[in-house]
């Protein structure tokens, strides 16, 4: 579980953006998942300009090719209340389809398991007070464990439709 946006980072830390790393290993044909908790505090004090404001995050670079491969995040995008919190699930489920055509089946031909890689951002918008803007983007680096045995089950086959829309056996 990771929490969204980060605490406090200090001068130094502040010019690279922050970066978090998450490892998802399926097992038992079940998705190797992660959950992000993104919240919104409520502000300190009672100042007319302090009013609680929503708070927006947004994930953004999560390409086709990606999601080809088994990786996901739901939601993409939402809205949480001041003092509330939201749940991002992500999950990783390996695509015996994408990867046979892939650099990742042929390593997985030799016998060998390893990680699939995909790489995103966090964008913070809003809320009372705003994140300071080096803390408005968080990239998240996704890795998702592909094993050797991913090559053992059988291709899918095209179907083709007859007309009227029922799928013909081939």
Do not use: Y
């Amino acid at each position: 579980m990771v929490a969204l946006p980060p605490p406090e980072l200090g001068s130094a830390a502040a010019a690279e953006p922050r970066v978090i790393e998450l490892a998802l290993s399926p097992s038992a044909g079940a998705p190797g998942t992660a959950t992000l908790i993104v919240g919104n505090l409520k502000p300190s004090s009672v100042d007319a300009k302090d009013k609680p404001a929503p708070f927006e995050f947004s994930f953004e670079g999560l390409g086709d090719e990606a999601s080809k491969r088994g990786f996901s995040i739901e939601p993409m995008k939402g809205s949480v209340e001041a003092g509330g919190t939201k749940e991002v699930i992500v999950s990783f489920a390996p695509n015996p389809d994408a990867v046979r055509g892939s650099e990742l089946g042929v390593i997985a031909s030799f016998g060998v398991s390893q990680w699939a890689e995909a790489r995103l951002k966090c964008v913070l918008k809003g809320g009372s007070p705003a994140p300071p803007p080096e803390q408005s983007e968080i990239v998240i680096k996704l890795r998702g464990h592909v094993p050797s045995s991913i090559l053992d089950a059988p291709p899918s086959r095209p179907m083709s439709v007859e007309p009227g829309g029922k799928p013909k056996k081939k």
